[in-house]
């Protein structure tokens, strides 16, 4: 398993933007596609976002198309989420995961799709 360390979680003002960053020191991070998922209180995880391993090719879930964008960096060992326009409702834990693959990302889009997780990082938006 990779050892993934989320950060750039915090609390921010309905409206704003916060970039969510998901470190590894795996050094064969280029081959893994890489996911972000969330989990609200009392609600059950879900998928946002998924990124193949050269950042060619992302897929998302229906409601953050057009307010989140993953990227990621293989120099840097670094997937990213950015989070525009925050609803109260993107309030979660944020966990990114990872999974060694050169397939599409279309192909990942639930948890049991990943094999690594990190621990997590707070986003509360406020209203």
């Known amino acids: 398993q990779v050892q993934l360390v989320e950060s750039g979680g915090g609390l921010v003002q309905a409206g704003g933007s916060l970039r969510l960053s998901c470190a590894t020191s795996e050094r064969s991070f280029s081959s893994y596609a890489m996911g972000w998922f969330r989990r609200a209180p009392g609600k059950e995880r879900e998928f946002l976002a998924t990124?193949?391993?050269?950042?060619?090719?992302?897929y998302y879930a229906d409601f953050v198309k057009g307010r989140f964008t993953i990227s990621r960096d293989n120099a840097k060992n670094t997937v990213y989420l950015q989070m525009n326009s925050l609803k109260s409702e993107d309030t979660a834990v944020y966990y990114c995961a990872a999974r060694q693959t050169y397939a599409s990302a279309t192909f990942y889009r639930t948890g049991a799709d990943f094999d690594s997780w990190g621990q997590g990082t707070q986003v509360t938006v406020s209203s």
């Open positions: 990124i193949n391993w050269s950042g060619s090719n992302t």
